[in-house]
């Protein structure tokens, strides 16, 4: 099901509050270009003081408040005289360097008039999957939080490669509101909720709560935006939600003109609630936050071991070895049989070492190379299951 009809079907309210959002102290805002921009890649600065002015509200209620928020690149269209976004890199790289200054800028007034003030924080992929770059990140947006800012986050588009097709910031979302502990996520589009088709078709139903992944089986869930400046779809929002509620965050996801209304606990949108345990922040981001730099295949021994009695891999499991890697980077294991990956983990020796260990025993290893080859390959307490 794409966000592309543009049309927000409101949904009757029932009087009812949702606890979760009412109850949420710390919240993080996603707003797509869609949302914010018009047809022709302008700000739209209606639809930007509107946020503004629920947000703005919040913050002075004494929530805290992290807005991530897409149109850099939309936003500089109008100003470069592009008729659309245009497809080649650089291109996209120019007008997000024009359209960003503008975007912020526009906060920044909308929230001054709030007595907010704003900080811009810039991202790339590389910056939620590398630990160290991740645990910088989480210091500057806390101690933003800790000094009354409104964090305003977005991917850095002016240097991005692939990253910037990143699920038009869903799933960097996500890992921001997992990042800062956050009590509450909310994705804003031009959708008013969850549909288990089209939801330009009558026929079909909105998902007023998603409990779990079987109450995703009856949708139909597509990739297109809506024509013009966006790029994600609700494919990405739903992967968001997955993401967000497996580290423990419900997420309510509306049409960005329904924020006031969502915000305030009414029961419109789609609710997914949060799982019951939270993960250690570690095995979150081994799982979500980081990119395999290699994949080591295992043989069906191996995979039982790593799965059902959930030990540590070892060499003499492997069967063979992709991708150029380091110590401690990130790499997944892969069933060789099948070449699904099962589980993701922070592995103990360089690429180039791995090959003359495949198969051996870390006993053999030891007597013949040394005491340092008796390590495992990846300790069970690096490993986590996809």
């Known amino acids: 099901m794409g966000s592309g009809t543009g049309a927000v079907r409101h949904s009757a309210q029932n009087g009812r509050v949702r606890e979760v959002v009412t109850g949420a102290r710390r919240i993080v805002v996603k707003v797509g270009s869609s949302s914010l921009t018009t047809a022709a890649g302008g700000i739209d600065q209606q639809r930007v003081d509107a946020l503004v002015d629920v947000l703005g509200k919040l913050a002075t209620d004494g929530r805290e408040v992290v807005l991530v928020s897409s149109g850099a690149i939309a936003a500089g269209l109008a100003p470069l005289n592009l008729p659309k976004r245009p497809r080649d890199l650089a291109t996209q790289q120019a007008a997000a360097s024009v359209g960003q200054g503008l975007l912020i800028g526009r906060y920044a007034a909308g929230f001054a008039r709030h007595g907010r003030t704003v900080g811009q924080v810039l991202l790339t992929v590389d910056d939620v999957t590398r630990r160290a770059h991740y645990r910088n990140a989480y210091r500057t947006l806390r101690k933003l939080l800790d000094l009354g800012a409104l964090p305003i986050v977005n991917e850095n588009d002016t240097v991005a490669t692939e990253e910037i097709r990143f699920g038009d910031n869903d799933r960097l979302a996500a890992l921001v509101a997992a990042l800062v502990h956050a009590d509450l996520l909310v994705l804003l589009s031009d959708v008013d909720a969850l549909y288990t088709g089209d939801p330009a078709d009558p026929a079909s139903r909105r998902l007023e ?12 869930i597509g990739k297109a935006g809506r024509a013009g400046v966006g790029t994600g779809g609700m494919v990405t929002k739903v992967e968001a939600a997955r993401i967000a509620t497996g580290f423990g965050i419900p997420v309510v996801l509306t049409a960005a003109p329904l924020a006031g209304p969502a915000l305030e606990g009414a029961e ?53 070895v992709d991708g150029s890697f380091a110590a401690g980077d990130p790499v997944d294991l892969v069933a060789a049989d099948s070449g699904v990956p099962i589980a993701r983990g922070l592995v103990n020796y360089d690429a180039v070492e791995l090959p003359a260990l495949l198969g051996r025993t870390t006993a053999d290893l030891a007597a013949a190379l040394g005491p340092e080859y008796e390590r495992e390959v990846v300790h069970r307490d690096d490993l986590v299951l996809l």
Not at 209 to 220: F, H, K
Not at 285 to 312: E, Q
């Open 209 to 220: 709560v998603v409990r779990d992944e079987s109450d995703l089986e009856a949708v139909a």
């Open 268 to 320: 419109i949108g789609t609710l997914f609630e949060a799982a019951a345990r939270r993960p250690t922040a570690r095995l979150f981001w081994l799982a979500h936050a980081t990119a395999p730099r290699g994949r080591l295949h295992l043989d069906p021994g191996a995979v039982a071991a790593v799965v059902v009695r959930r030990k540590s891999l070892l060499p003499a499991g492997i069967t063979s």
